[in-house]
């Protein structure tokens, strides 16, 4: 585990620099590490839920049995999220890249917006709810609650860790979701183009300065959050299995999409094509 922490500093430190490598925040900071040597680890199957496993000078360790592993296991990693501890096998099931992809004349282009999550140039929608609304309702509450607790108590620690476990579930199922959707349109299309959108400016604070204060900050905040909610996903990984592999994922400017005439497919200058209109409203 030290060499692996160690590895990880020294690759910070090439690909960052020396001088901009710093120590990890303590309320961001969730625990985790390695076991490279997958032939030093064993699973068995202890029942229908459950399952053991053996990790170098840690021994056996109980889990709740997930997923098939479905392949020999090469490395371990166990993190701790929400309150809880995770372990997960990178395991090698055996199948190969194809030279090229199923479907190698498809294309297709995603619209990341705030109404809906994505929607594609063939029409497609994909979008879902993240949160339901009895959690909305608890987290609600639960800020509440944190508002009235001090700073450092106890009480305090305990209200975070109920609002992490509801935060939790909702980052979970946006992982799911990006990667079910990264799957489905990878599958169909060799050639995905995405919007090269700026969310960090976009979801930028308004609030401005002493001396330039901004203006409908309120209404600006409540849009930023929108949109860093919403234009999180989805995002395609850079590789994705079966047949989504051997495909390009260009990223385009935010602004071409709607410069371009519905008629004819050509650029849209300022005084062209009156009936002119952004691909998708």
């Not at 490395?75 to 809880?84: H, L, P």
Request: charged content about 30%; hydrophobic content about 35%.
């Amino acid at each position: 585990m030290l060499q692996q922490t160690l590895r990880d500093l020294d690759r910070a430190c090439r690909d960052h620099g020396t001088f901009r490598v710093c120590w990890r925040s303590k309320a961001r900071w969730s625990p985790s590490f390695r076991f490279p040597a997958g032939n030093a680890v064993t699973v068995e199957r202890l029942g229908r839920k459950w399952a053991r496993a053996k990790l170098p000078k840690l021994g056996w360790v109980c889990f709740r049995w997930s997923r098939p592993l479905g392949g020999e296991i090469r490395s371990a990693a166990v993190s701790r999220k929400t309150g809880r501890w995770y372990v997960s096998f990178l395991v090698d099931d055996g199948t190969t890249t194809p030279e090229r992809h199923a479907m190698p004349n498809t294309s297709v282009g995603i619209d990341r917006g705030v109404k809906t999550a994505a929607v594609t140039s063939d029409g497609d929608f994909h979008d879902r709810e993240f949160i339901t609304a009895g959690e909305a309702g608890r987290f609600r509450r639960l800020q509440q609650q944190l508002a009235r607790t001090k700073k450092g108590s106890a009480n305090r620690a305990k209200v975070r860790a109920r609002m992490n476990r509801i935060t939790g579930r909702v980052t979970d199922r946006r992982a799911d979701f990006c990667a079910q959707v990264a799957q489905q349109i990878t599958a169909k299309n060799a050639v995905v183009v995405l919007e090269d959108l700026k969310t960090r400016n976009m979801s930028a604070s308004a609030s401005g300065a002493v001396d330039a204060p901004g203006t409908r900050v309120s209404q600006k905040w409540t849009t930023s959050r929108m949109l860093t909610r919403e234009l999180t996903v989805p995002s395609i990984p850079p590789q994705e299995p079966g047949p989504a592999r051997r495909r390009r994922s260009p990223a385009i400017p935010p602004t071409l999409p709607d410069r371009r005439c519905p008629a004819d497919g050509r650029p849209r200058r300022r005084g062209d094509h009156p009936a002119a209109r952004p691909v998708h409203q």
